[in-house]
């Protein structure tokens, strides 16, 4: 655990007891704060109570006498309304503060000389698996990485700092709306498409709190940033800081700001001198040798030349795999480690589970469990990783359902969908072979069926474009579903070895 100093013998409010807010509370009191706690469920409170917490109720405190209120994520700070527990601290002007904020400062209260190096990162899609890709390169590469936030642990439990360590920290656009002095050695954004737009006000609130993982970078801070979208490109053109702009501009979307290009450089083959990735005008290269990076598939380019050759790396298929391995290459790099020691490892990645993970082979059918993918950004990603799908979808629907994936229909074989957006994308896939199928169970079924019967080598791909939580109680419990269903079909399981 990493105890957070700064509010010693000072009460602090902690709203929210699931995994951040306990571990904050945890960690404040380890840096000699008096944490009070409250969460609207009873069994936060009763956890809370069984640990020795001090448990009151907030919308009764005086808030006069609270050093911070730390907000749980799931808490809006702003949208659609303030949390109540919000509108109390900025009437008290107590400020508003979340668990990497927190972490933030334990690091900063540290010797400049015995801080460890943090690289976080961010994004609408791909964030989970360009972490998880990070820890494993650097890991393997012999250094001492510690690897958290969204992902798996809290960063608060993540082991005390040391000098020689690297935090790789997985952020949401909730945790940063609750930064003020974060400022990771290397941050990066992977890209940015509509998600979250109720809990943001829009687009540009979004947008916005994205942004905020490059506010507290110095000059020497190293900024990673995906530029296929106009969003993407605005924000990095306005950096100041040492900034690696990488493309892959496999489906640039636009954003609508004039102020901004809407270049982007499309096709398979490698980028020639006038078609390398997007640079920003105020382009400082991070490091000697490195220049803007291209990611296509199986590849990536700096300029016109291969910095790394991908085709070996099976659990790292299609092009934004390719674009996640380009942040993992320039993170290495970044933090010293060599070219050949950081291809090396690449290469070794054994994937992550529920994002284009292979879990079985039955006969000539491959299983791939995409269940990672909540929203058709995350599924179009899938989609164009292979030519025939049989495609599993469905779940809770986000706005806009599957619409913008109609240039991929042609890919589909089928598709079977399941739970409340079924419906829906029935009518979306219009002339689309397709079935409703209800159930996960029931899909699964009928997609190794249909797809055996087609003969040579077939996927069937759970790829949802939609949350979970109609009949799961998060993707990681459907995509084990997944996993179970085609186990239960007598299916071999595979590994990316």
């Not at 636009?254 to 270049?263: M, R, V």
């Not at 929203?375 to 469905?394: E, P, T």
Request: aromatic fraction near 6%; proline fraction near 6%.
């Amino acid at each position: 655990m990493i105890p957070v100093p700064g509010f010693e013998g000072r009460r602090v409010a902690v709203f929210g007891l699931g995994r951040s807010g306990i571990t904050a509370a945890r960690a404040l009191q380890a840096g000699g704060a008096i944490p009070i706690l409250w969460d609207d469920g009873e069994a936060g409170r009763a956890q809370a109570k069984g640990e020795g917490f001090t448990v009151e109720d907030l919308a009764a405190a005086d808030w006069s006498e609270f050093a911070a209120l730390v907000l749980s994520p799931g808490a809006p700070l702003t949208h659609p309304r303030p949390h109540w527990t919000v509108d109390l601290a900025r009437a008290a002007g107590v400020p508003v503060l979340g668990d990497i904020e927190l972490f933030a400062r334990a690091l900063a209260a540290r010797q400049k000389d015995q801080r460890p190096r943090v690289v976080a990162i961010t994004g609408t899609n791909g964030k989970s698996t360009t972490t998880a890709l990070i820890g494993w390169v650097l890991k393997s590469a012999g250094l001492t990485v510690h690897v958290g936030g969204n992902i798996g642990v809290g960063v608060l439990v993540l082991p005390q700092p040391t000098p020689d360590a690297v935090y790789v920290i997985e952020v949401s656009s909730y945790q940063l709306d609750l930064t003020t002095t974060f400022a990771p050695d290397v941050a990066i954004l992977t890209n940015i498409s509509p998600d979250h737009l109720d809990r943001h006000g829009g687009m540009d609130g979004y947008v916005a709190a994205k942004r905020r993982i490059f506010a507290g970078q110095g000059a020497d801070g190293v900024a990673l940033v995906g530029v296929d979208e106009d969003w993407g490109r605005g924000i990095a053109a306005r950096l100041s800081q040492r900034v690696i702009a990488i493309s892959s501009s496999a489906h640039p979307r636009e954003s609508g700001d004039p102020e901004l290009s809407s270049e982007h450089h499309a096709g398979d083959h490698h980028p020639t001198s006038s078609q390398s990735a997007y640079r920003p005008q105020n382009w400082v290269p991070a490091f000697a040798g490195m220049s803007g990076i291209k990611a296509v598939p199986g590849a990536i380019w700096s300029e016109d030349r291969e910095l790394v050759n991908l085709t070996a790396a099976r659990s790292l298929p299609g092009r934004h795999n390719a674009q996640n391995a380009a942040f993992a290459y320039a993170t290495a790099r970044a933090l010293g480690v060599t070219h050949d020691a950081a291809v090396a490892v690449l290469l070794s990645f054994p994937g992550l589970a529920h994002r284009m993970e292979a879990v079985g082979r039955l006969g000539s059918v491959r299983f791939i469990n995409d269940s990672k993918a909540t929203n058709a950004d995350a599924a179009r990603q899938a989609l164009a990783s292979y030519r025939s799908v049989f495609w599993i979808a469905g779940g809770v629907p986000k706005a806009g359902g599957i619409a913008d994936l109609a240039d991929l229909f042609p890919r589909i074989a089928k598709a079977y969908l399941i739970g409340d957006a079924a419906p829906a994308f029935a009518d979306t896939l219009a002339d689309t072979p397709h079935i409703i199928a209800h159930t996960l169970d029931a899909a699964v079924a009928a997609a190794a069926a249909d797809a055996a019967s087609a003969g040579g080598d077939q996927i069937v791909l759970l790829s949802p474009a939609c949350a979970s939580f109609d009949q799961f109680k998060d993707f990681e419990a459907r995509g084990e579903a997944f996993r179970a269903a085609v186990l239960a079909l007598g299916a071999v399981p595979e590994t990316a070895s």
